[in-house]
């Protein structure tokens, strides 16, 4: 078998062609190394790839179509794991046109291609945001979900009706994963762990939005990366016969959400460090709360994340301390 992986010098994409390189695998990692966050970040996590025989990395940006088919030609992948995007809410309200070109234009890419070549499976990366400000608790994969509060959700809802047009149409078996707030060593800059932790080491405002009353669904990298390698495995498939259809939708969170207060505390445990928080009010496009049912993804795989919040963010810390001692 062998493993495309899209979005590989990124945080999710990094770890998922570690784990499978591990198990000696062929993966072929394609991302545009862009400049959304730190580009040293995204070098070394390739650093770190290519040290494997098995791995062999491609510069591409996949809003180009011409590109992508030769790529997807030459190495003719048996699976794609597209995690490339433009990922981040608050930035789509400030760049809603690099979320155009990679989530839709890129993602139509993706499937064409997918088709093209005959991809066994295509799994690819939604998120919890397609949830909004819905008020059914847990989040359930079958509920009809057409308000996004950001550009960002609307485009990872778009990716999901556009898979399983193409799913429908040419029988390709495709799993799109709704991730709920993902986070571990090597994490994205932008995201809460890494600007809490750095401005609490570094004696800086600590900007805490909607007096840290918001709940997320923090999932360890760890956990998000077992259940993907099994989920690879277990391709959705068509049958007339049953009405079993070669597309679906799986939550991939922790079903324990926390207060992003109580997340604070952690950090600042973790750190042994009091951070200078500031109260700001809630930003524009973030939804109050996540919490994954893990319901279906249970009946399909054995799935019960094992690292606790804690852990996790002491595992976080450790790798931070030592990345950027530097
Ligand atoms: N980390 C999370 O908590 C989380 C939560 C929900 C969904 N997701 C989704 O999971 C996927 C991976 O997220 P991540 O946290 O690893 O993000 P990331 O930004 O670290 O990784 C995405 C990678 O895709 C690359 N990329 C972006 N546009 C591209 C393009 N046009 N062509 C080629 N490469 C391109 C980037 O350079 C980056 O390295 C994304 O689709 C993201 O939207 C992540």
New binding site residues.
């Given amino acids: 078998m062998k493993y495309l992986v ?9 770890h998922l062609c570690q784990s499978l390189l591990q198990t000696g695998k062929s993966v072929r990692g ?5 400049s ?2 730190d580009i040293k970040l ?1 070098k070394e996590r390739l650093k770190n790839l290519n040290k494997s025989k098995k791995f062999k990395f491609k510069k ?4 180009n179509f011409n590109n992508l088919k030769k790529t997807f030609s030459l190495f003719k992948p048996d699976v794609v794991i ?7 809410v608050r930035y789509s309200i400030k760049n809603p046109h ?1 979320y155009t ?3 839709l234009v ?1 993602f139509a890419n993706i499937l064409e291609c997918s088709r093209l070549l005959n991809i066994k499976h295509l799994i ?6 397609v949830y909004g400000n819905t008020k059914n608790i847990p989040f359930k994969e079958d509920e009809n979900l057409n308000s996004p509060i950001s550009y ?1 959700a609307a485009t ?1 809802l778009s990716n999901e009706v556009m898979a399983y047009s193409y799913s429908h149409l040419y029988r390709i078996p495709i799993t799109g994963l ?6 571990g060593p090597w ?2 800059p932008d ?1 809460a762990l890494s600007i809490f932790t750095e401005a609490i080491k570094n004696n800086k405002k600590l900007k805490i939005f909607n007096n840290g009353n918001m709940l997320r669904d923090f ?1 360890y990298i760890d956990d998000v990366i077992n259940a993907v390698k099994k989920i690879i495995n277990k391709k959705p498939k068509y049958i007339k016969k049953n009405n079993s259809s070669s597309f679906r939708i799986l939550n991939i969170g922790n079903n324990k959400p926390i207060k992003l207060n109580s997340y604070v505390n952690l950090i600042e445990k973790q750190l042994q460090k009091k951070g200078n928080k500031v109260p700001y009010k809630m930003q524009k496009g973030d939804v109050k709360q996540t919490y994954a049912s893990l319901k279906k993804i249970k009946k399909l795989i054995k799935y019960s994340p094992k690292t606790s919040i804690s852990i996790g963010i002491r595992k976080f810390v450790t790798w931070h301390n030592e990345y950027y001692k530097k």
Avoid: C, E, P
């Fill in positions: 899209t979005g590989a010098a990124g945080f999710i994409g990094f394609i991302d545009d190394i862009n959304y966050y995204k591409l940006d996949i809003s597209h995690l490339a995007a433009q990922a981040g690099a070109k990679s989530n890129g690819f990366a939604s998120s919890s945001s960002y990872k709704r991730f709920f707030t993902v986070y994490g994205r995201m999932t």
